[in-house]
């Protein structure tokens, strides 16, 4: 650390006027007389406003800002990447990060929207496992991230957020830092984040910056922030503060697992169960997890519903039954949840009509044992939680680290006999599987040669393009009709990163330039199914993506709609007698019909379309392929049927 101390010009510049040249060059030697101030006079002048006129400058230099510390302590958790649309009330970080922390590690991502630095940071986690640092700005930086925040939340990823601001109201340069100055920061998100803290001083941010990576690291994970006062980044260090500064150790805690007892009658139930079904939605955390997860399914040779919170089970394994699975909760005798967002909505049906009701879907006497971190920490206000779970048995554990104890038990308790008898099952279940798998294939046939081109053509010929890649799906696959997990073979944990959590549009396009940004390093092809009416959000993440050369194949399903609110209102208008035919105003995004690749064009970015003919679909894409090999993005705009 340095310990050069902070020069006053205005001072230099009066003793200049006062002693003249020579008494400053006699006086050169003496540390003690380069720094005194000039002599007060008999009365104190009053300080001019920052709009005085007079021509002197006020000026402060240090080469050790308090934001080098931060930045020290920043490094010290392992960042690869820290993303922000850049603002005053962290310029001073901002400055510390690119030059005194050599703008690596992290890496500075410029982005032109919060909302995209946030979401971007979502996907990141979802392939790389750890967290990539936001710098948002102020009151306005925030509240536009807030979305993005939110979404993180619901889908119980650890996005790790600094928030400029400036708290000292004395402090605040007139006019519009007051705008975007505040006295609670945190307050517009605290609802939805899991910890924030406002650090007083440069020992408090240390603490509170690893205690929030630990915090935001242990399950359930969720987002956490730490408001940082614009004086504290730019401030020299004064010998005080640098002599009480140290950067704490980071220890994370280890996930929680099930207790012995409640593993062993979970194990007993399952053993005994003639038609066990495993429901997983965010079990797999890690890759550890999916492998875990076959090996209970095989164990037992119980069928698997992935609910896609993340990439918990292959695709074309035999067990894997999602797309059957209403049929096979109704016929089970015990259903083992792991990490349900909605264990309610898994086991009743909810009818939305002009009454609405709900029943159960289990049969009599079924069964229900619940693995979930989320019973470790709960919110009132946003209610993400959904309805109240009636459940057997409930272990406030995290799934993946309580798996390993839990094949252990079943494989304890199953005899010979038993043994057999889940061959006989299992063998079943993969003839079962088998006929799903052609009737998926023969539903694919379905509009095969139609403009606008199917979904399933769409998904088809993307999988004829990247099948022989190493590739990771970054995007959802609701709006094309689950087609690839249908049609493709996903057997890797990055290759499916699941959903926004929140259901928020506008997470999907920087979602997977995030994810793509993970994905770089180990030279994966990254896809995104990319929905029109997200792209139009935040389009300039495609900037961002052109810009830092991220490697990202997108392409577009542009069905010229908000389909789903096409739909709700089709029902709506049905409902009320009144005909479907003006469902299209206020939902569609047409006339005039947006063209996504010029815009993706102009932001840099290799494109293509729109597309409306099927054949010509394959070789655009082909070509776009070769382009992200590069190791730049492409998009391919396809006009596209609804779903």
Known sequence: MSTKVPVDRRAFLKSA???GAAALVAGRGSAT???SPPSAPATAPIAPRESDPSGVVDVLTTDRPGGDFMVDVIKTLNFDYIAANPGSSFRGIHESIINYGGNRAPEFITCCHEESSVAMSQGYFKIEGKPMAVLVHGTVGLQHAAMAIYNAYCDRVPVYVLAGNTIDATMRR??????HSVQDAAAMVRDYTKWDDLPASLPHFAESAVRAYKIAMTPPMMPVLVVIDGGLQEDPVSPEV???LRIPKLTLARAPQGDSGSVAEAARLLVAAENPVIVADRAARTPAGMKYLVELAETLQAPVIDQGGRMNFPTRHPLNHTENGRALIANADVILGLELTDFWGTVDAFRDSLVRSSRSITRPGAKLISITAGDLFMKSNYQDIQRYPEVDLAMAADAEATLPSLIEAVKRATSAERRR??????????????KALDRARADAAYAWDASPISTARLSAELWAQIRNEDWSLVSEVGSVSRWPMRLWTFDKHYQ????????GVGYGAPAAVGAALANKKYGRLSVDIQSDGDFMYAPGVWWTAAH???????VMHNNRAYHQEVMHLQRMAGRHNRGITRASIGTTIDNPNVNYAKLAEGMGVHAEGPIADPKDLGPAIRRAVEVVKRGEPALVDVATQPR
């Open 17 to 19: 006027a006062v002693t």
């Open 548 to 554: 830092h050369q991220i490697p990202l194949l997108a």
């Open 33 to 35: 007389a380069e720094q």
């Open 496 to 503: 499916f990163i699941g959903g926004s959590g929140g259901a």
């Open 242 to 244: 640098k002599a009480r």
């Open 421 to 434: 008898s889940f061959q006989e099952r299992g063998s079943k279940l993969a003839d079962a599987r088998q």
């Open 174 to 179: 007139p006019g519009v830092e007051w705008d």
